[in-house]
């Protein structure tokens, strides 16, 4: 690492919570003035130990975020108490300023800076680089916070820099992940590796759809692309998760303190009644307890969420069951139909669900729609799957339907503050 007396600085805060979240301890290594940090200090392992989990807590703060926001502008809930903003997300107002949507935009914009910004450091510090896992999960989550801001926002900033697509920005995150897909197979952590690739398919996923259905252009090799990393992904584990972490007091799960500790937001009651199309049965991937009484400004039922029981549950990011449904999906689109079905019902028996059976392509895309809604339900895919399968929100008002669903939240205002623009 070079040394040219240049002092480098560290939020204290980022670093705290870094610490705090994964447990490092500070007495690893001695720095004088926590808030600023001199080349010579980062030298120390256990600095960099820290710097390696940092990615990871600056994007997890802001993910959470974008699940509870992104399920009250689809289908999977609903605002149950008073706030104009909160309302106007339920109701699909994207036009002009919001202050939920415009603080997700700077968190997660915050956050990939931040993840960048920490492997760059990381790579300075440790002795093979190549082969380090800390490297790999600063990859990881940097691609992770250009995908979470693809699939919400109409364009995305760098540093200051020209704004970009949604397409593009999910090309930078499949780059990341590739990055971080070799690295972690280097390191020897299969299951970061798979999830990396994971990752991958879902942005190549993410290209088809906005190519097909804002370009007019049905490109079947990129959803082939798609289709060849999930297939990577399940080659190095079949049971692959990599979860955005919270651990209170640090960051906690703002799902969980949403939907089930608050009184504004709730899951759509229609989940709570999910029936399983195959077997009649109310499907388990649908987790919640029973109805605790009636939303004050709608009247429906509501439940509280238990696939996120307290404030330090985990989000998975990327796992085995999505890699498997986006094989399905092609297969079904490819008329590969006895592949589709194989790899449906993988993830129907993991959940103890009978089998599905049919040979009508139609059919077979059904069933596979309906099991993305629930297999990755409060897990943040919902509302770009209705903008791919171009299914508009019953809650959204007359004006905003007639608008369509292929639209997405504006950057943030400080963002065009800073654009000059």
């Given amino acids: ?22 447990t490092i301890s500070c007495e690893d290594f001695e720095v004088d003035n926590p808030t600023n940090i001199v080349d010579d200090q980062l030298n120390d392992e256990g600095l960099a130990t820290a710097l390696g989990n940092t990615p990871e807590v ?7 975020d974008a699940v509870v926001w992104s399920a009250a502008c689809s289908d999977e809930g609903f605002l149950s108490g008073s706030g104009t903003f909160r309302i106007m997300i339920d109701e699909g107002f994207m036009d002009g300023y919001n ?22 450091r990381v790579i300075e510090l440790v002795t093979s680089p190549n082969s380090d896992v800390r490297v790999a999960n600063g990859y990881f989550w940097g691609g992770m916070a250009r995908m979470t801001l693809a699939d919400h926002f109409e364009q995305v900033v760098y540093d200051g820099g020209a704004p970009i697509t949604p397409t593009k920005a999910m090309e930078d995150a499949i780059a990341l992940f590739q990055q971080a897909a070799t690295v972690a197979s280097a390191a020897g952590n299969t299951s970061l590796a798979a999830a990396s690739h994971g990752a991958i398919a879902r942005a190549h996923r993410a290209i088809y759809f906005d190519n097909k259905n804002e370009k007019s252009t049905d490109d079947m090799a990129t959803f ?33 303190a949403s939907v ?37 400004r709608t009247g429906d039922p509501v439940y509280l969420i238990t696939k996120y029981p307290d404030e330090g549950a985990d989000i998975p990011v990327s796992r085995a069951a999505e890699a498997r449904l986006i094989i399905a999906e092609y297969a079904a689109m490819t008329n590969d139909l006895a592949t589709a079905v194989t790899h449906i019902n ?21 069933q596979l729609k309906y099991e993305r809604s629930v297999e990755l339900w409060y897990e943040g895919r919902r509302w770009q799957d209705m903008r791919y399968y171009e299914i508009i929100p019953d ?27």
Avoid: C
Avoid at 99 to 120: E, F, G, V
Avoid at 395 to 421: C, F, T, Y
């Fill in 1 to 22: 690492m070079k040394n040219n007396n240049k002092v480098k600085k560290i939020s204290a805060g980022l670093f705290i919570g870094a610490i705090t979240m994964f």
């Fill in 58 to 64: 600056a994007v997890a703060a802001a993910l959470d």
């Fill in 99 to 120: 202050q939920q949507y415009d603080n997700l935009y700077n968190a997660l914009a915050s956050a990939r800076w931040i993840a960048d910004d920490a492997t760059k």
């Fill in 224 to 256: 082939k692309k798609a289709s060849d990393a999930a297939k990577a992904a399940l080659a190095l584990s079949g049971t692959y998760v990599e979860y955005a972490n919270y651990a209170p007091p640090g960051a906690t799960n703002f799902v969980y």
């Fill in 260 to 296: 089930n500790a608050s009184r504004y937001n709730r899951m759509d009651p229609k989940y709570a009644n999910m029936k399983d199309p195959v077997s009649g049965e109310l499907d388990p991937r649908i987790k919640h307890g029973p109805k605790v009484n009636n939303s004050p």
């Fill in 346 to 366: 993988e993830n129907r028996t993991a959940v103890g669900l009978s089998a599905f059976a049919s040979t009508d392509q139609a059919a077979i895309l059904t």
């Fill in 395 to 421: 809650r959204w008002a007359s004006a905003n339907k007639a608008l369509g669903i292929h639209r997405r939240w504006p950057v943030s205002q400080r963002e065009k503050d800073n654009m000059g623009n």
